[in-house]
T-cell receptor
Framework: GEDVEQSLFLSVREGDSSVINCTYT??????LYWYKQEPGAGLQLLTY?????DMKQDQRLTVLLNKKDKHLSLRIADTQTGDSAIYFC???????????????FGKGTHLIIQP | DAGVIQSPRHEVTEMGQEVTLRCKPI?????LFWYRQTMMRGLELLIY????????DSGMPEDRFSAKMPNASFSTLKIQPSEPRDSAVYFC????????????FGPGTRLTVT
């Protein structure tokens, strides 16, 4: 079955870059996502990447995709205290009927910002 | 738009009681998803609907869990009887029909079963 793996914690200094890594197993995934969850809140989509892309940049966020290794990363430049949250990697889940609508999430990476 | 609305935000109940969680998706979204988040298992997809029809319920843990979507603007997730291990945050999400379209999450219902 599908599985998405992430490190549980990442600690960085304010102003440095944060790199959050993720590995996935479903090679047929067409979309890969990064969601952000702040305390007591739901999930917010940060960015996504199509599987035929290697890189996507959106302001301070850079997503890198290595399809061969099934490795996805999220880089946050100039990390700020407001970036403190849990970051989830997710892939589209292919269901038993062949449809692909639900998401399989990693357990999330807690990003801790040091002053 | 108000976004995905869930109620209640917090629910505390005793083991054996029936619990009903409610969700109102974003208007115009054809897909509705129920997820459960726990420390041990992370975020798990329980069930999802397309045009009010359940498409995949393979994530529903047991027969004690049931979900309905009587119309395009309302869905319920029911647990009967509830058990302490059902304690979790339950999220509802909705999206447009296009493949890969963003799923918009509600704020979640934090369920505690004592």
């Amino acid at each position: 079955g599908e599985d998405v793996e992430q490190s549980l914690f990442l600690s960085v200094r304010e102003g440095d870059s944060s790199v959050i890594n993720c590995t996935y197993t479903d090679s047929s995934s067409t979309y890969l996502y990064w969601y952000k969850q702040e305390p007591g809140a739901g999930l917010q989509l940060l960015t996504y990447i199509f599987s035929n892309m290697d890189m996507k940049q959106d302001q301070r966020l850079t997503v890198l995709l290595n399809k061969k290794d099934k490795h996805l990363s999220l880089r946050i430049a100039d990390t700020q205290t407001g970036d403190s949250a849990i970051y989830f990697c997710a892939e589209i889940l292919t269901n038993s009927g062949g449809g692909a609508d639900g998401l399989t999430f990693g357990k999330g990476t807690h990003l801790i910002i040091q002053p | 738009d108000a976004g995905v609305i869930q109620s209640p935000r917090h629910e505390v109940t005793e083991m054996g009681q029936e619990v009903t969680l409610r969700c109102k998706p974003i208007s115009g979204h054809d897909y509705l998803f129920w997820y459960r988040q726990t420390m041990m298992r992370g975020l798990e997809l329980l069930i999802y609907f397309n045009n009010n029809v359940p498409i995949d319920d393979s994530g529903m843990p047991e027969d004690r869990f049931s979900a309905k979507m009587p119309n395009a603007s309302f869905s319920t997730l029911k647990i009967q009887p509830s058990e302490p291990r059902d304690s979790a945050v339950y999220f509802c999400a909705s999206k447009l029909p296009q493949t890969g379209a963003e799923q918009y999450f509600g704020p979640g219902t934090r369920l505690t079963v004592t």
